[in-house]
């Protein structure tokens, strides 16, 4: 994903996966006061994880290639 890093491309990589990791694991499992759950941190939340996932297998783990 991050190919102008050059030989940083792997460790990028894991920095943008914890990052994203992070979002995607706050915003699914927020909660309101009341014990429902945020449109928008589901979104936001959703949104992170799919970029999680693609990051994982396509450039780390390199199994798919979209």
């Not at 491309?9 to 706050?26: C, S």
Request: charged residues 15%; contains cysteine.
């Amino acid at each position: 994903m991050f190919e102008f890093a050059g030989a940083w491309e792997m460790p990028f990589n894991f920095i943008f996966l914890a990052v994203t990791g992070v979002i995607a694991w706050r915003g699914i499992r927020a909660r309101n006061p009341d014990g429902s759950s945020d449109f928008v941190h589901l979104l936001f939340g959703c949104i992170a994880a799919v970029f999680f996932m693609l990051v994982l297998l396509q450039d780390v783990l390199g199994v798919v290639k979209f």
